[in-house]
């Protein structure tokens, strides 16, 4: 039986018993850059849901569940799931509507403020329900594992480069920086892709209330993780004066929730920087493994968002003065200058 005989047969059986009327709709909602698929059904009553396939080879349902159970004990509109079937990979959700963030965001870029205002507000809620032993920790094993993504498929497979040992010296040197300043920042719940793409505008709502996804992958680390992943987006860019207005209204929310953010702001966006630039280095190895492993080349598109991240925060700080030499070296440009501290 295929996989797509396989999720008729469920919906047939295990679906349509529990809602009893005319024939069920089904059509394409979404997919991502992991295995699953998301479809929306149609009720009779002209309610919808979303069936997350997930084949259970490749994916496992139970993170999602369990995520989705903290989000909704932190008070986060979440898809809450109505029927699961991890044996198959089959979970049924409640659908928080049809309007992303990122599609309003570049509809409306004049809102963005009015949009991600409200945001700050759900990340601070999801970061305050944080304690330790409930999800897997973000530790340097993992850490090392996504940074190593980037000399792997960035650089071997998709330059088709190969370092020397010095310049795979100078790649060590930077992960371990990155590695040691991440695990020195104080642990809270980490979403893992907290940005526009993943995030819902809550049409039932008289007020916009953010609505959360794609958290299967949330883990237990540092507080300034997904604050970076929000506004060093993958799919949407932010001037930098707008970004550090919108990372100071979290810095002061989070002091105010009582939240352990570093006290000096100064600090703290040192922090929020070398943390974005683990993220960038593991989004390029991931990017490219898309497309050279699993057939998913739309994402090698963004490289050069995320390379220009990484540019600016290697051109910022003296320490990572001998990463940007090894990215000019790897793509045969000028040596890059900048304002360094």
């Known amino acids: 039986?295929?996989?797509?005989?396989?999720?008729?047969?469920?919906?047939?059986?295990?679906?349509?018993?529990?809602?009893?009327?005319?024939?069920?709709?089904?059509?394409?909602a979404s997919a991502d850059a992991s295995f699953r698929r998301y479809f929306r059904l149609t009720l009779a009553d002209g309610s919808t849901r979303i069936l997350m396939d997930a084949p259970p080879d490749k994916e496992d349902c139970r993170p999602f569940a369990h995520?989705?159970?903290?989000?909704?004990?932190a008070g986060i509109h979440a898809p809450k799931v109505e029927l699961a079937d991890f044996d198959q990979g089959f979970l049924l959700l409640t659908d928080l509507g049809r309007i992303g963030y990122l599609a309003a965001l570049q509809a409306e870029p004049d809102l963005a403020d009015v949009l991600m205002r409200p945001v700050l507000d759900v990340l601070v809620r999801w970061q305050c329900a944080s304690r330790p032993d409930v999800l897997p920790p973000?530790?340097?094993?993992?850490?090392?594992?996504e940074l190593d993504l980037f000399p792997a498929w960035y650089i071997e497979r998709h330059l088709g480069r190969s370092l020397s040992e010095a310049q795979r010296q100078t790649l060590a040197q930077?992960?371990?920086?990155?590695?040691?300043?991440?695990?020195?920042?104080?642990?809270?719940?980490?979403?893992?892709?907290?940005?526009?793409?993943?995030?819902?505008?809550?049409?039932?709502?008289?007020?916009?209330?953010?609505?959360?996804?794609?958290f299967q992958d949330a883990v237990y680390g540092p507080i300034t993780y997904d604050v970076v992943s929000l506004f060093r987006d993958a799919f949407i860019s932010w001037d930098e004066e707008q970004e550090i207005d919108w990372v100071v209204r979290y810095w002061e929310k989070a002091r105010a929730a009582g939240l352990p953010v570093h006290a000096d702001f100064g600090e703290f966006w040192q922090a929020y920087e070398w943390m974005g630039l683990q993220r960038h280095l593991k989004v390029l190895g991931i990017f490219c493994r898309l497309k050279y492993r699993d057939g998913k080349a739309a994402y090698i598109a963004d490289l050069?968002?995320?390379?220009?991240?990484?540019?600016?925060?290697?051109?910022?700080?003296?320490?990572?003065?001998?990463?940007?030499?090894?990215?000019?070296?790897?793509?045969?440009?000028?040596?890059?200058?900048?304002?360094?501290?």
């Open 304 to 341: 050069p968002r995320f390379l220009g991240y990484v540019r600016k925060v290697a051109g910022r700080y003296s320490a990572f003065k001998p990463l940007l030499v090894l990215l000019d070296a790897l793509e045969d440009k000028p040596l890059a200058t900048g304002l360094t501290f």
């Open 67 to 73: 995520v989705a159970e903290l989000l909704a004990a």
């Open 138 to 145: 973000y530790d340097a094993a993992l850490l090392r594992r």
């Open 174 to 214: 930077s992960f371990t920086l990155l590695i040691e300043a991440a695990l020195a920042q104080p642990r809270v719940f980490v979403h893992r892709d907290f940005m526009p793409r993943n995030l819902m505008v809550v049409e039932s709502e008289a007020q916009l209330t953010p609505g959360v996804l794609d």
């Open 1 to 28: 039986m295929s996989r797509d005989e396989q999720l008729q047969a469920w919906v047939a059986t295990q679906v349509a018993p529990r809602y009893p009327g005319a024939d069920i709709g089904m059509a394409p």
